[in-house]
């Protein structure tokens, strides 16, 4: 995902793309205003009903409130390891997630809010 930094926050960073705003952290320098190609992760397991839940949304978006950030995406997978493949726009996010109860459907929309969100730039 391309995104924007916007602020430094310590560790952490403030940054915009395409699908909107959230904070992350980085393990590399940056600069206000650099823009980078990144991998995003979340660097703790979920749990269903709390970290992450259906939703009414139909679109991907990242926001930023309530300390946490917020993506919209769409499940593609469920892999037998509780490994969840989300698509946020053009991009992927593998997740682990401890879920019990009733099965979700590839294709439903989730909201998953974390603070725990990795960003790992690359090079193209």
Do not use: C, H
Not at 20 to 27: F, P, Q
Not at 47 to 61: G, K, P
Not at 70 to 96: A, C, H, K, N, P
């Amino acid at each position: 995902m391309r995104i924007q930094i916007l602020k430094q926050l310590g560790r952490n960073i403030e940054f915009s793309s395409e699908l909107g705003t959230g904070i992350g952290d980085i393990e590399k320098q940056v600069v206000e205003g650099e823009v980078l190609d990144v991998e995003m992760d979340i660097s703790i397991d979920l749990t269903w009903n709390v970290d992450i839940r259906l939703t009414e949304a139909t679109e991907a978006s990242i926001r930023y409130n309530d300390q946490k950030t917020t993506l919209i995406g769409r499940l593609e997978s469920i892999e037998e390891d509780s490994v969840w493949i989300v698509r946020l726009g053009d991009d992927l996010l593998m997740l682990v997630v401890a879920s019990e109860g009733k099965p979700i459907n590839r294709g439903s929309m989730l909201e998953i809010k974390t603070n725990s969100l990795v960003l790992f730039p690359y090079m193209l």
